[in-house]
């Protein structure tokens, strides 16, 4: 038995390649460095639904059909905007993606990604009161985003950074919120039923809810001078110190050198104290586990780049949702395409096991 499936191949998948001794990620080929560098969000997609979804085999018309998906998705706000209201964003996402039916005509994939920040946006507008805004033809999927839940077309800088990031973490193996996709896509339950139970995953803490808390870190900080006093602090308490850690990566995320490199051509005032902490952090784990590798992880960055790119830290794991729905919905094509129903065993440790009858 393997606690927590460590080390456990439990899938074939072309989508991506993750080294954890090297620190490497690979996107179908592409290392994430340059895919985040060269590609936009839709470019992304096309990548790996290729070969799995008839429309990614012309990026430009991907780029026009996800335009479409997301008026489409505007089209049932009205009918699933209500019910989440008062909720904590990534619940009301929860539900109204709950609210799309296996049987809606068309790409279910491309709707499952178009929904996510059309829904995300009307949430967000909902709670200050707002009007949802529509889509705007014609601008990409990121910037979109913005503008829909801004009103107003976005700088093309920030647009660009969250493109980077949408892109950055648009897939990462067989992490908890993917292979709860492929557990579900497995059963042939359907692709809406697989994208709301790997949103399920990635709430949690562990998984994609760390991000918010990076942010509360450096403000319960506050200057450089009291990060090492309060990280002791938090270590000698048992708490984990969110932003570092990863299962699979012993040296450094490649993610978290991507995005600081997006985040320094950004305007954060909590850049410099980002680092300091950093260094503090990393000093600290060493210390404290100094048998096991505890680097920088994608959520510490990722914190500070949504931070920049004006986004309310409630919104952090929803939108980490907007980029990763985009490998979520490739597993799903491929599990249907080329896996087996996924049924691992347990191991009985209850009480005796009373002599057969
Ligand atoms: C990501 C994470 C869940 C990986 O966990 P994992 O592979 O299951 O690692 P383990 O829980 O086995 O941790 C191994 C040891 O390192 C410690 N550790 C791991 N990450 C730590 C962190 N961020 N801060 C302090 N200690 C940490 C654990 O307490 C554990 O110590 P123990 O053996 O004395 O219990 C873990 O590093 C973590 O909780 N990080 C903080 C949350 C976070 O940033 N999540 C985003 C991930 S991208």
């Known amino acids: 038995m393997s606690s927590g499936l460590d080390g456990v191949v439990a899938a074939e998948t072309v989508m991506s390649h993750v080294d954890g001794q090297a620190g490497r990620l690979v996107l179908r080929g592409l290392p994430v460095e340059l895919a985040a560098e060269s590609l936009e969000f839709e470019g992304a997609l096309a990548l790996l639904w290729r070969g799995f979804e008839p429309l990614a085999d012309d990026a430009a018309s991907l780029r026009q059909a996800l335009g479409q998906a997301r008026a489409r998705a505007f089209a049932l706000v009205p009918k699933l905007l209500p019910a989440a209201a008062g909720l904590p964003p990534i619940e009301g996402l929860r539900l109204m993606l709950a609210g799309l039916g ?45 503008a829909m839940r801004a009103g107003e077309v976005p700088e093309p800088l920030r647009a660009k950074a969250l493109d980077a990031y949408l892109v950055t973490v648009s897939d990462h193996g067989l992490n908890a919120s993917t292979f709860a996709a492929r557990v ?22 562990l998984h994609g809810g760390a991000p918010g808390p990076v942010l509360d870190m450096l403000d319960a900080i506050g200057s450089a001078d009291r990060a090492a006093a309060w990280i002791d602090g938090e270590l000698a308490a048992g708490r984990r110190l969110m932003g570092f850690g990863h299962r699979i990566y012993t040296v450094r995320d490649p993610r978290a050198e991507v995005l600081k490199g997006v985040v320094r ?28 590798k505890l680097e920088t992880n994608v959520e510490f960055y990722t914190a500070l780049l949504l931070d920049a790119v004006g986004l309310p830290r409630d919104l952090f794991t929803p939108v980490f949702a907007v980029g990763r729905v985009a490998g979520w919905t490739a597993h799903v094509l491929e599990q249907e395409a080329t896996g087996r129903l996924l049924r691992p065993q347990s191991r009985y440790v209850g009480p005796p096991v009373p002599d057969a009858a």
Request: aromatic share 4%.
């Open 265 to 292: 051509g950004l305007d954060n005032g909590r850049i410099r104290l980002a680092e300091q902490v950093e260094a503090a952090a990393l000093a600290a784990l060493a210390r404290h586990k100094p048998g096991r």
């Open 184 to 205: 579900v896509a497995s059963t042939r339950a359907g692709v809406f039923s697989s994208i709301v139970a790997a949103l399920c995953a990635l709430k949690g803490p």
């Open 102 to 146: 296996d049987g809606e005509e068309g790409s279910q994939p491309l709707l499952a990604v178009a929904a996510v920040p059309v829904f995300l946006a009307a949430l967000d507008r909902q709670r200050r009161g707002l009007a949802p805004v529509a889509p705007t033809p014609g601008l990409g999927h990121a910037a979109d985003f913005l």
